[in-house]
């Protein structure tokens, strides 16, 4: 089975513009959620989508959004970044139903802010 | 809340020795606990995870994890590391409510080193 994929791997964007990363979770999988890893913060949660639904937020601000679309695939946007978006963000996919609840990541995207 | 706490930032082990990484939790019921591994660069490898029943797991490559209700706590063991067991190790959380099970806590990591 094919893995958690993410695009692109590597963004370098200024600051105030804006970004979409994308994720393909592994076939079947319903659950997709992104995290964001900075040296400073660790590893943060962001939202996790469910059947095109966000069933779960974090505590990051409006200009972090994301979706998902029927075939399970996931985007995430930061509009107006800024240099503290700099970080590498993950996304995770899972059954997101019981038995099942372990999470599987995917390489990651590094984005610099600059 | 859910907290996770991995005591140890930084642990050094010669290639050979045994090895274990420390892991508390703080939450009223039992939760759904993890082990992942992230090698510079790359994403996060799931170890092995502990949903119910008996409290000790096996994982991959080698690593094992006990679960003790009482002390709280899932720590990470090997009985002889290896050189490319090199990296960042992170203990993870997830409350056992459907809702919010896409939802991990994870601790700050442990990077370890291994001596040849």
């Known amino acids: 089975k094919a893995g958690v994929t993410q695009t692109p791997r590597y963004l370098i964007k200024t600051r105030g513009q804006q970004v979409t990363l994308s994720c393909s979770p592994i076939s079947g999988h319903r659950s997709v959620s992104w995290y964001q890893q900075t040296p400073g913060q660790g590893l943060q949660f962001l939202f996790e989508?469910?059947?095109?639904?966000?069933?779960n937020k974090g505590n990051f601000p409006g200009r972090f959004s994301g979706r998902q679309f029927s075939n399970s695939r996931s985007e995430m946007n930061v509009s107006t970044l800024e240099l503290g978006d700099s970080a590498l963000y993950l996304c995770?996919?899972?059954?997101?139903?019981?038995?099942?609840?372990?999470?599987?990541f995917g390489p990651g995207t590094r984005l610099t802010v600059t | 809340a859910q907290s996770v706490t991995q005591p140890d930032i930084h642990i050094t082990v010669s290639e050979g020795a045994s090895l274990e990484l420390r892991c508390n939790y703080s939450y009223g019921a039992t939760p759904y606990l993890f082990w992942y591994v992230q090698s510079p660069g790359q994403g996060l490898q799931l170890l092995l995870k502990?949903?119910?029943?008996?409290?000790l797991v096996q994982g991959i490559k080698g690593f094992e994890a006990e679960f003790k209700r009482s002390q709280s706590s899932f720590n990470l063991r090997k009985p002889s590391v290896h050189w490319s067991d090199a990296a960042e190790y992170f203990c993870a959380v997830a409350r056992d409510r459907g809702s919010t099970l896409g939802r991990l806590y994870f601790g700050r990591g442990t990077q370890l080193t291994v001596w040849p």
């Open positions: 989508y469910f059947s095109e639904t966000q069933r």
């Open positions: 502990y949903f119910s029943g008996d409290t």
């Open positions: 995770a996919s899972s059954s997101g139903q019981a038995p099942s609840y372990e999470q599987y």
